[in-house]
C-alpha cells in the first residue's frame, strides 16, 4: 500500500532522530515515518518506508497546537469545566487539508486519536519518550475493524472562512454538539446557523461559548443524537449510518474515566467496545428508553472506539 | 418497573432574607429537574420519619482538667444512649436502637470527613454507633462507613476505633470528577444549572444496591454555598455524584439542589437517623477546617429523624457564633460581601463571601416535606450530660 493511501487513515509520526533509533521504532511497531530530508537516505537504507518532511512539505501543512488541558482560571474552572484545546472542530471544518502537529510530551496518543478519529492527514512529531504510545496508538488503530462513516450531525454551521466562525466551531465540539460545516445554508437538519444572519447575529459571535449554549438550547437536550455524561473533559466524534454508528471518544483529562455514561438517540443495539491501552471491552448498564440507547464503559484512556448496529 | 417523577419547582418560595438596605443578591430562578429511580418510597420514609419535629439535644458539661474540645469517650457513649433513649421513649438503649435496626439490616454510615483535620465526624461516635449496631444483632460486616471521597476518609483513618469488618468505602478516590462507576448510572437527578454539559448528578451504588439502613452523623459546620451544612448537606451532596455544578461565579441553586437530593429514592426512605456531631464545631470557611482558626466546641450531639428540624436548629447555632464573633450573618446577601471564587480571601476574613448563600435550603427541604421547617414547631429536649 502506497504511503499516499496510508496518510489517509493513519497519523504518520514525524521522526528527526538518527538511525541509531531504529530499533525503538520497530519495538514500537512503525515501519513509516516522515524524517528530515538529509535522513530520508539512511532510514531507507535501514529498511524504513520514509519521506522526507520538506520545506515546502512543512509550509503546506497547517500547524496545530497539541491538545489537552490548559490552565485558563480566568475562563474555566479547573475541576468542574476545563479549558480544553482541541483540534476535532478544525479537521472537521479542512477535512482535506493536511496537518502538522508537535505533541507535547504525554500527548502522542490523545493527537495521534484526535487525528484518526477525524480522518485527517497528520504528521505528528513527538517526544521521544512517547514513541511506545503512539506505537500502541497506531496498533490500536490498525486492529480496529474497518468503518468508512460519514459524520454525523444535529445542526449545520455555514462556514464563512472567518475566526468567529471557527470560534463557534470550537465551542459547539467542546459541548459535543455534533455540526456538520457547509458552504451555504442547506436543509435537512434541524438547525441551521449562519453568523451574521437575523437569528445569529454576528454580535453573538463576542462570546462563542454563550453563543454554542444559545444553539444548544435552540436544539434542546432530548433532541441532540449524542450526550455524554459523567465527564466534562471527554469530546466525541460521531459517524455513520441508518444501520451503523461508531462513536470516536476522546479523553483530554489526561487521567482514566471510569463509567462514563452515553446516550444516542436512535434504535440501537449494544455494541462493541474498544478502548485503547485496554483492548476490548463490553459496555456496561445497557438500556433503552426513550427512544435512545444508553450504556457506560468502564473505562476510558485517551480514545475509544464504540460500534453500535441498528437494533432489528 | 422504574418510576419516574418529574418536580416542578417552588419558583416563588417565600424564604427569609437579612433585608438589608445596600445591594444584594438576586436568587437564580431554580432550574427545571426530572428526578429518574426506579425506587418507590416505603410506607413511612426515614426522613422525617417516626419522630418529626423532634430534636434531642445532649450536651456536654465542661471538664475543667480537660481542654474545650477534649469530650470524653466515656461522656460520648452516655451522650449517645441518653439521646436515643430521650428520642425513641424506650428505657433500654438497645431497644432505642432497635427501633431502627434489625440484624439483617445492611447499614451505612454516612459521615463527614471533608472539614478534615480539624472537624470531622467524631471516630468516637461512629464506633459507638457501630457499637450499639452490633449490639442489635448487625455484624461488623454489614455495617459501611462511607464518604464521596476516600482521600478524605483515609486522613481521618476510621479503622483503628471500629472492630474488624466493618467496611470504609467511598465512590471516588478523590475530588477528581472522572470516577463515575460507583454512582448508579439509573438513578439520578437532572438539571442544568450554569450550562454545564454533564446534567447528571448520580446517586452511589452503595445507597441503592447495598445498604438497608443509614445513620447519617454529620458536623456542625459553617459552609460557604448553604450557609450550613449539616443533616441536609451531608446526606445529599454526600450521595449524589457532580454536585460542585451547582455554584458558580458567585452565585449558588444549592437552595431547591440540596432538598431536591436528599428527597431522591432509595436515599430519603432508607436515611432512618440523624446525628448530628456538634462535639467541635466550624464558624466560618467551611465546609473545610484546615486550621484551627474557626474552630468552636458547642459539645453537643443531636438526635432525631428530621433532618430539617436538626438544621433549623443549626442555622441558629451558627448564625449566633458569626454574629458574637463579628462576623456577617450565613443569611447576608449583600454584594459588598462578595469576592467570588477567591476562597484565600474568605478563609482570612470572616466578612467575606464566595457565594451567595442559601441556608433557605432548609425551609425549602422542609417545603419538599422531608421535615419540619418552623422554629415554634420543633419541640427540643435538652440533656446535660
Known amino acids: ?312 | 418497573m422504574e418510576r419516574r417523577a418529574f418536580l416542578e419547582l417552588l419558583a416563588a418560595t417565600p424564604l427569609a432574607s437579612a433585608g438589608r438596605a445596600e445591594p444584594v443578591a438576586d436568587r437564580p430562578p431554580p432550574p427545571h429537574y426530572r428526578v429518574v429511580t426506579r425506587f418507590a418510597p416505603a410506607a413511612a420514609p426515614g426522613m422525617p420519619g417516626p419522630f418529626p419535629a423532634r430534636v434531642i439535644r445532649t450536651r456536654a458539661r465542661r471538664n475543667a482538667a480537660a481542654a474545650e474540645e477534649v469530650v470524653e469517650p466515656g461522656v460520648v457513649r452516655e451522650m449517645m444512649e441518653r439521646g436515643m433513649r430521650a428520642l425513641t421513649g424506650e428505657s433500654t438503649t438497645l431497644a432505642a436502637w432497635r427501633r431502627f435496626f434489625e440484624p439483617n439490616d445492611v447499614v451505612g454510615i454516612k459521615v463527614n470527613a471533608g472539614g478534615r483535620p480539624y472537624c470531622v465526624t467524631s471516630p468516637v461516635i461512629v464506633a459507638e454507633i457501630v457499637r450499639q449496631l452490633t449490639t442489635v444483632g448487625v455484624r461488623p460486616s454489614q455495617i459501611v462507613v462511607y464518604e464521596r471521597f476516600y482521600n478524605q476518609l483515609a486522613e481521618v483513618d476510621y479503622a483503628p476505633q471500629l472492630p474488624e469488618g466493618v467496611l470504609i468505602t467511598a465512590a471516588e478516590r478523590g475530588n477528581r470528577s472522572s470516577e463515575q462507576r460507583d454512582y448508579d448510572p439509573g438513578t439520578y437527578v437532572e438539571a442544568q444549572f450554569f450550562g454545564e454539559e454533564d446534567t447528571r448528578s448520580n446517586m452511589m451504588r452503595l445507597v441503592t444496591e447495598r445498604v438497608t439502613k443509614i445513620v447519617n452523623v454529620p458536623n456542625m459546620k459553617d459552609h460557604g454555598a448553604t450557609g450550613v451544612t449539616g443533616c441536609l448537606k451531608n446526606i445529599a451532596y454526600g450521595s449524589f455524584s457532580n454536585v460542585a455544578r451547582t455554584h458558580a461565579r458567585g452565585v449558588t441553586h444549592t437552595l431547591s439542589a440540596v432538598g431536591t437530593l436528599a428527597a431522591v429514592e432509595p436515599l430519603r426512605s432508607r436515611t432512618v437517623l440523624q446525628v448530628m456531631d456538634g462535639l467541635n464545631a466550624v464558624w466560618h470557611g467551611g465546609p473545610f477546617a484546615p486550621t484551627r482558626r474557626y474552630l468552636f466546641h458547642p459539645r453537643q450531639i443531636l438526635f432525631g429523624t428530621d433532618p430539617v428540624a436538626i438544621d433549623r436548629l443549626l442555622l441558629d447555632t451558627i448564625d449566633d457564633k458569626r454574629k458574637a464573633e463579628g462576623a456577617i450573618s450565613i443569611w447576608d446577601r449583600s454584594l459588598s460581601s462578595l469576592r467570588f471564587d477567591n476562597g484565600a480571601a474568605r478563609d482570612a476574613d470572616p466578612n467575606v463571601n464566595i457565594l451567595i448563600r442559601e441556608p433557605g435550603h432548609v425551609e425549602y427541604a422542609g417545603r419538599l416535606g422531608l421535615g419540619e421547617w418552623e422554629l415554634a414547631k420543633i419541640r427540643v429536649e435538652e440533656i446535660e450530660v
Not at chain 1, 480522518?119 to 503512539?134: C, E, N, R, S, Y
Open chain 1, 1 to 312: 500500500m502506497s504511503l499516499a493511501l496510508l496518510v489517509a487513515v493513519l497519523p504518520l509520526l514525524y521522526w528527526d532522530q538518527p538511525t541509531a533509533t531504529a530499533a525503538d521504532l520497530r519495538r514500537a511497531g512503525i515501519e513509516r515515518l516522515w524524517v528530515p530530508p538529509e535522513r530520508v537516505a539512511e532510514w531507507r537504507r535501514a529498511g524504513f518506508d520514509a519521506s522526507p518532511l520538506t520545506s515546502n512539505e512543512r509550509s503546506g501543512r497547517v500547524t496545530l497546537k497539541p491538545p489537552g488541558i490548559a490552565a485558563r482560571g480566568d475562563w474555566a474552572s479547573a475541576t468542574q469545566r476545563p479549558w480544553i484545546d482541541a483540534n476535532g472542530w478544525r479537521y472537521q471544518r479542512q477535512p482535506r487539508a493536511r496537518y502538522l502537529e508537535t505533541a507535547s510530551r504525554g500527548t502522542a496518543a490523545l493527537a495521534a486519536s484526535e487525528a484518526f478519529a477525524h480522518d485527517a492527514d497528520l504528521v505528528l512529531a513527538i517526544d521521544p519518550g512517547d514513541l511506545d504510545k503512539l506505537g500502541q496508538a497506531l496498533a490500536f488503530f490498525r486492529a480496529l475493524p474497518e468503518a468508512s462513516l460519514p459524520g454525523v450531525a444535529d445542526l449545520a454551521v455555514v462556514d464563512d472562512g472567518s475566526f468567529a466562525t471557527g470560534e463557534l466551531m470550537n465551542l459547539l465540539a467542546r459541548r459535543n454538539l455534533l455540526f456538520r460545516p457547509v458552504s451555504r445554508p442547506t436543509a435537512g437538519l434541524p438547525l441551521v446557523v449562519e453568523l451574521g444572519s437575523q437569528a445569529y447575529p454576528k454580535s453573538e459571535a463576542a462570546n462563542p461559548d454563550a453563543l454554542a449554549l444559545k444553539i444548544r438550547a435552540q436544539l434542546g437536550d432530548e433532541r441532540r443524537t449524542l450526550r455524554l455524561f459523567g465527564s466534562e473533559v471527554v469530546l466525541a466524534r460521531l459517524t455513520g449510518d441508518a444501520g451503523r454508528l461508531r462513536l470516536h471518544l476522546i479523553n483530554y483529562g489526561g487521567r482514566d474515566v471510569e463509567g462514563l455514561r452515553v446516550r444516542v438517540r436512535g434504535q440501537w443495539a449494544p455494541g462493541e467496545v474498544h478502548v485503547l491501552q485496554r483492548g476490548r471491552r463490553a459496555v456496561e448498564a445497557p438500556i433503552v428508553q426513550d427512544g435512545a440507547l444508553e450504556f457506560s464503559l468502564p473505562v476510558l484512556g485517551p480514545y475509544a472506539v464504540v460500534d453500535l448496529v441498528a437494533a432489528p
